[in-house]
């Protein structure tokens, strides 16, 4: 079934740990798929089922592909014989893997491949451009600013006008993922740290007002019918803990529940906000979207255009809880690949 498939994974993003882990899981349930592991200096390593597989501490602990460089570079492996007639499953996360980058070298070659397209991946991948496109259609957003990247002395004035409008603000780069860089901004005292830690960055941030309410993520695949939510998973931090990388992946601090313990009419305004961001971006595949749910409704924070697939990620666990089987949604999503020029 998987002869022709290529797991892709890796890349040079903050997010290639959970891609290492995401393409364990994937690999397990596609056997017969080569594998393709993508270096930080972008070459690419064909790597044995049996030493993805014996990886240990995939969240923690960066991955040796132990077999010489097959191809300099994916443009490179795309173009040679061994790149044609494939169907790639993308399982890279963050970085030129999620921003369009990789996808529109695919399109460019007409090369079948899992998930958004270029322009869809990029849109999503820029939180303030996925507010807009989001906004647009009538979803609730929490108020935001962006701050261009400059020095510490020049962002703390700005940090600092945003407690003149409120007393909580959530910071993240505008394009990055899994929660790495997230600043939490609750006390003027935390202003000198942030500002240099944002100017160390060199990444343009968004800045969040703090929205008091439940955290929620659902994920949406595209069925034959179009697009359907999943059941919803909920999100909880202890007392001054924050949903940061070490709570997402080495459970510091996290409670995760899916599905969650809300009302149905909750849940059905948090799985119409997910269809919708969905298809606001142009979402192709699957998706998952993050929000908050307040007492006068869901607020849209960010979506997620591949989604992490380890074991412990959010899509895996909400089909499960919708009596869905993780394989037969991979089959498809290969088939929705295939199907991309028609």
Not at 4 to 17: A, C, K, P, T, Y
Not at 53 to 59: C, D, I, K, P, S
Request: contains cysteine; proline residues 6%.
């Amino acid at each position: 079934m998987s002869n022709d498939v290529v797991i892709l994974f890796g890349g040079s993003s903050s997010e290639r740990l959970v891609s290492v882990a995401s393409a364990q899981n994937v690999s397990a349930l596609l056997p017969g798929a080569a594998l393709w592991f993508l270096t930080r200096a972008h070459a690419v390593h064909v790597v044995a089922p049996e030493t993805l597989a014996a990886h240990q501490r995939a969240f923690e602990a960066e991955f040796d592909p132990r077999s010489p460089v097959a191809f300099p570079s994916l443009e490179a492996a795309l173009d040679a014989p061994a790149g044609r007639g494939l169907t790639f499953f993308l399982a890279l996360h963050g970085g030129a893997g999620e921003d369009g980058s990789l996808q529109a070298l695919f399109e460019a070659r007409r090369r079948p491949f899992t998930g958004s397209g270029a322009a869809a991946s990029a849109r999503a991948f820029d939180k303030a451009v996925t507010k807009a496109l989001v906004g647009a259609k009538g979803a609730r957003l929490a108020a935001a600013e962006v701050l261009e990247p400059a020095s510490a002395q020049a962002l703390t004035p700005r940090l600092t006008a945003l407690f003149a409008r409120a007393p909580r603000w959530v910071l993240k780069p505008v394009a990055d993922g899994s929660s790495v860089g997230l600043i939490h901004l609750t006390a003027p005292e935390q202003l000198p740290e942030a500002a240099g830690r944002i100017a160390a960055s060199g990444l343009r941030y968004l800045a969040e007002q703090f929205v008091a309410g439940r955290e929620l993520t659902v994920g949406v695949v595209d069925e034959a019918g179009g697009p359907l939510a999943l059941p919803v998973s909920e999100v909880r931090t202890a007392p001054g803990g924050a949903f940061d990388y070490a709570g997402k992946y080495l459970g510091r601090g996290t409670e995760e529940l899916t599905p969650a313990p809300i009302s149905d009419g909750e849940r059905q305004q948090a799985q119409a906000l997910a269809v919708l961001a969905h298809q606001a971006v142009g979402c192709r595949g699957y998706s998952r979207t993050d929000l908050i749910l307040t007492a006068e409704g869901p607020v849209f924070l960010e979506v997620n255009t591949l989604p992490g697939l380890t074991k412990a990620s959010f899509i895996p666990q909400q089909l499960t809880a919708a009596g869905r089987r993780l394989d037969d949604v991979l089959a498809w999503q290969l088939e929705l690949a295939r199907r991309r020029y028609d």
